[in-house]
């Protein structure tokens, strides 16, 4: 079956370090790639997305994520972390040819710490 | 910017008793969608709703659920009789179509239905 992991399940920084959260998928097919977050209190909201072309894609707030189609991967990074970065991540994926259904990772837990 | 809203945001009911959750999707978005997350688990699909019928259903989607456009603007869940485990956090989202494919799905804040 098509399925997303999020390998890291909670991460602790502290302000200014770097982050990448890993996101890996098992589909050899085309795919649409996202990342969600989900801030305290707060619904899911799209950090960004990738469809096709440039395999770096830039997102809101700093974040970006790298599509590498031979590792089947689509990490999240962000050179450094701010403390109001506190919050879900998810990763999701709509596998083509399986309709447009979102098929998410399990999240991943971030805390900044001052 | 228009978001997507979800009323209520908490819904407490007893096994067995039937319970409605109503969204109201971003207003020129065609494509809706109903997800949910037990506590401690990954967000699931349930259903994807388009052109007044559904498109595409999970194997969660069984005949106790049912979706619903009743009018232009709003968007319903129905759990006919409900049990311990449909406690969850449901979502629903909606997505507008772009030449060649969907865009984004954009989600609403959730509803926690707990069933006692």
């Known amino acids: 079956a098509q399925s997303v992991s999020q390998h890291n399940h909670h991460v602790i920084l502290s302000e200014a370090a770097s982050l990448e959260l890993g996101c890996n998928y098992s589909y050899g097919g085309t795919v649409n790639l996202f990342w969600y977050v989900q801030y305290p209190g707060q619904h899911l909201q799209l950090l960004l997305k990738y469809f096709s072309g440039d395999p770096l894609v830039k997102g809101i707030k700093g974040f970006e994520a790298e599509f590498i189609k031979s590792k089947f991967s689509f990490n999240l990074r962000k050179p450094s972390v701010q403390w109001s970065d506190t919050a879900e991540y998810f990763c999701a994926v709509i596998f083509t040819g399986g309709g447009n259904k979102l098929t998410f990772g399990t999240g991943t837990q971030l805390k900044v710490e001052l | 910017e228009p978001e997507v809203t979800q009323t209520p945001s908490h819904q407490v009911t007893q096994m067995g008793q039937e319970v409605i959750l109503r969204c109201v999707p971003i207003?020129?978005?065609?494509?809706f969608y109903w997800y949910r997350q037990i506590l401690g688990q990954k967000v699931e699909f349930l259903v994807s709703f388009y052109n007044n019928e559904i498109s595409e259903k999970s194997e969660i989607f069984d005949d106790q659920f049912s979706v619903e456009r009743p009018d232009g603007s709003n968007f319903t869940l129905k759990i006919r009789s409900t049990k311990l485990e449909d406690s969850a956090m449901y979502f629903c989202?909606?997505?507008?179509?772009?030449?060649?494919?969907?865009?984004?799905?954009?989600f609403g804040p959730g509803t926690r239905l707990t069933v006692l």
């Open positions: 207003s020129n978005h065609l494509y």
């Open positions: 989202a909606s997505s507008a179509e772009l030449a060649g494919g969907l865009d984004t799905q954009y």
